[in-house]
């Protein structure tokens, strides 16, 4: 059973890599997680991210969170991809799959997947 | 939404709008009877804004006029026979014991029913998402009880975030024990 003794183990691990995190300039996933968004999938698009960044060992560089309707609800799931001194990136119409490739080539390999961005989907 | 839990996740983001501490996600089900309750202390709705939820017309973004999430919600239950009620206490009216209660009622065996899905993902991407507030989960099938309140893990953490990915991958195995003995039990039930 997961139990909270296990629990205690992971906070007592835990403990010295919180202050890492507090001084993090990395780049930043947002998932527009929205009455749109989720209708449109983003749960396991955001689940994908999530399980992604740790597999990969990005999480000291990667931080992944949640917002509301960005305002283009016919191209959810939508992700947008902030790092710093970089013009901000929106991946459209994002799958698991897609968010996977995404992490691989543009969070880890520093390219943007044009083919999923906003410029390459909007007719 | 393709799920029930697609629709909880969606409605306790609002709770979670609304400033809530604490949000309780309570499913009690009794034979064909699934009772979904949302149950929030935000700061509330005063009568007008409660009655204008269940409008898709209604919404408090200033972005774009149209809040599809409650409607979605009465739409799934009503689909199956049952019914919606919210009920609000404003901060200014009750300055102690304000906030939202979402209440929705469906028959299961409505061959319009949609499917519970994956709640306990649902959970967890209310804690991803907001790992500083607290959650309530308990689903209740028959008496038999799956439950995660994340004070009592927060308890435990200290000042270590609930989104942490090893806390989360605790929390996803601890509400996979829960559910699998709870199906245990169904089949061990079934039996006698």
């Not at chain 1, 003794?5 to 001084?23: F, P, S, T, Y």
């Not at chain 1, 959810?76 to 799958?95: A, L």
């Not at chain 2, 509400?175 to 039930?189: A, I, K, M, T």
């Amino acid at each position: 059973m997961k139990s909270l003794a296990e629990l205690q183990a992971i906070k007592n691990r835990m403990k010295d890599k919180v202050v890492l995190r507090d001084g993090m300039e990395g780049a930043r996933v947002v998932v527009g997680m929205a009455t749109c968004g989720i209708a449109a999938g983003a749960r396991p698009v955001l689940n994908a991210f999530v399980e992604g960044v740790n597999k990969e060992g990005l999480e000291g560089k990667v931080t992944v969170t949640q917002t509301g309707c960005i305002g283009i609800c016919q191209y959810e799931p939508v992700v947008e991809v902030f790092e710093p001194g970089k013009e901000k990136v929106t991946y459209v119409k994002m799958n698991p799959e897609k968010a996977k490739e995404v992490i691989e080539k543009h969070l880890k390999g520093g390219n943007v997947v044009s083919e999923y961005t906003i410029g390459a989907v909007a007719v | 939404m393709k799920e029930l839990s697609l629709n909880i996740l969606d409605v306790a983001e609002n709770s979670v709008k609304a400033g809530a501490s604490l949000t309780q996600i309570l499913l009690t089900e009794r034979g064909n009877v699934l009772v979904l309750e949302i149950v929030d202390d935000g700061c509330g709705m005063s009568e007008d804004v409660v009655r204008s939820v269940v409008d898709p017309f209604y919404t408090t973004r200033t972005t774009r006029k149209v809040g599809m999430g409650i409607p979605l919600l009465k739409l799934a239950c009503e689909q199956t026979g049952g019914s919606l009620q919210i009920s609000s206490v404003t901060e200014e009216a009750d300055p102690v014991a304000h906030g939202t209660h979402v209440r929705a009622t469906f028959y299961s065996d409505h061959i319009d029913f949609t499917p519970l899905g994956d709640v306990s993902a649902s959970v967890l991407t209310l804690i991803q998402g907001h790992p500083d507030t607290d959650f309530l989960f308990r689903h209740d099938k028959d008496g038999r009880v799956v439950e995660l309140d994340t004070r009592e893990l927060r308890e435990v953490l200290e000042d270590v975030p609930l989104n942490s990915y090893d806390v989360m991958e605790w929390i996803r195995g601890n509400l996979q024990e829960q559910y699998e003995e709870l199906s245990e039990d169904g089949g061990h039930n079934g039996e006698e």
